[in-house]
């Protein structure tokens, strides 16, 4: 090649390059997914903190409580950059930082003028659930009734009722939701709250007829799904803990308010009310047990950090359980865990003493991590679901383990107990469900909530 064609080869090369440097940027199919992965949650129709909405034109264009959210062509003066960058950027709240690349395309597109081309209006995609599986699907959550004779199961998208005596399928309930998180009976056995959603779309609980299924309504209270909790003791309403570090107040009665509390850092894995009804315990994935006022919808106090995840918490009343990823199983009393800081010694020689060595009150070490917990009604007993393959029960009164229900489908992710504390219902994520007699310590029959080819 001569040097006359081998520069006409270079100029086009170079004038390519300019060209797809200069390329204008889509908002629509560069920057939208950014937005749509990391923001769209907790700016958006329905939950627009600090009044910004990302999920349309008109809100990207005025801003929030702080301002704009970004100056036409100027990059480093618009507070989108500034909030995503730096060595710890304040946005996305509560998760990782954006890749640089992100960042840079973030950049690039404010550079180039912020222009909106158009903003995807979002349609959450319809549940479709089979009538038969091609593999079984992970049973996430199960509940007994008071009287030990029904059971309701949470599978990927439906709840199934299961005749606990017989041990047969009742009735198969699709939900609506992506992912069903936590099933429970209300006290007097005459509602079910299911709790879920579709993730980064909407998390809500809906309430269906504990005898015929019917749905009595649906309450979509979040940008996310939902994850474990359950009825108030008066079953007026039920509590379930969210992402953003957020516990779920909500009423069954649709036309009062839901209520929310945003005290953990962290996604809130499991909330367990007092039997007064007064105070909540919530576990979460910032390694913390808190506990807090329903009545205030206020933080009382942390009474836990582990090294580990939490991922489900229960109570008598007098103690606060908790159990995650550490294998431990710990206890807390109340009165000494939200009482005042003791000191040792006087005036300038006293030193605080370790509260948490006051309230601890340490079960037996677990083999595995704790992955779900159950109390019977009458509060005297706790169940724990762990990875190992047995669900071992405990008196509250004196820690001591009753008994371990041996060949369990493991792991274990949900269990249940009715009111006397007779029968525990579990399930796993191989898809089985487990129905077990606790007084003679004994399987009684396993099942499957659906059918699989």
């Known amino acids: 090649m001569n040097q006359n064609i081998l520069l006409k080869v270079l100029v086009a090369w170079g004038i390519a390059a ?3 440097v200069a390329e204008p940027m889509s908002f629509e199919r560069e920057v939208w997914p950014i937005f749509r992965r990391h923001c769209v949650a907790c700016h958006a129709e329905g939950k627009a903190k600090g009044g910004l909405r990302m999920d349309t034109a008109d809100g990207l264009t005025k801003g929030g ?9 100027k990059p480093d003066e618009s507070l989108l950059i500034s909030q995503v960058s730096g060595e710890k950027p304040e946005m996305p709240e509560k998760e990782p930082p954006l890749s640089a690349q992100k960042v840079k395309i973030l950049r690039e597109w404010i550079a180039q003028g912020a222009k909106i081309d158009k903003v995807p209006k979002m349609v959450v995609p319809a549940v479709k659930v089979p009538e038969v599986y091609a593999t079984a699907p992970a049973v996430t959550a199960v509940a007994l009734s008071p009287d030990g004779k029904r059971g309701v199961v949470g599978c990927r998208s439906e709840v199934v009722m ?7 399928v009742m009735k198969r309930i699709p939900t609506g939701m992506d992912l069903v998180n936590d099933v429970a009976f209300s006290p007097d056995g005459g509602l079910i709250a299911v709790s879920g959603g579709y993730p980064q779309q909407w998390g809500g609980v809906l309430f269906l007829d504990a005898a015929s299924g019917a749905e009595r309504g ?18 007026s309403e039920v509590a379930f803990g969210g992402p953003g570090g957020v516990v779920h107040v909500i009423p069954v009665d649709s036309a009062k308010p839901v209520r929310a509390m945003e005290i953990h850092s962290d996604w809130v894995m499991d909330v367990a009310y007092t039997p007064d009804g007064k105070r909540l315990v919530s576990g979460s994935r910032d390694k913390t047990t808190k506990v807090s006022s329903v009545e205030e919808m206020a933080l009382l106090r942390s009474v836990d950090e582990s090294n580990e995840m939490i991922y489900a918490v229960a109570t008598d009343g007098d103690t606060g359980v908790s159990g995650g990823s550490a294998k431990v199983l710990a206890g807390y009393d109340y009165k000494l865990a939200l009482a005042g800081v003791e000191v040792t010694g006087s005036g300038n020689g006293a030193t605080p003493v370790n509260k948490k060595a006051q309230y601890l009150r340490a079960f037996e070490g677990q083999t595995e991590a704790v992955m779900t917990l159950a109390t019977s009604g009458n509060r005297k007993l706790l169940v724990v679901g762990t990875r190992a393959s047995d669900i071992r029960v405990y008196r509250f009164a004196d820690r001591g383990r009753l008994v371990v229900l041996p060949k369990a489908e493991a792991p274990v992710l949900g269990v249940a107990m009715d009111e006397a504390g007779s029968r525990v219902l579990s399930g796993s994520k191989s898809g089985k469900v487990q129905i077990w007699d606790v007084k ?14």
């Open 18 to 20: 300019g060209s797809a």
């Open 65 to 73: 409580e702080t301002g704009a959210l970004f100056v036409s062509g």
């Open 162 to 168: 299961v005749d606990v005596d017989e041990g047969k």
């Open 218 to 235: 649906l309450r979509k209270v979040a940008a996310d799904t939902l994850f474990r909790g359950e009825f108030s003791p008066d079953g």
């Open 440 to 453: 003679e310590g004994k399987l009684l029959r396993t099942l499957d909530p659906v059918p699989v080819r």
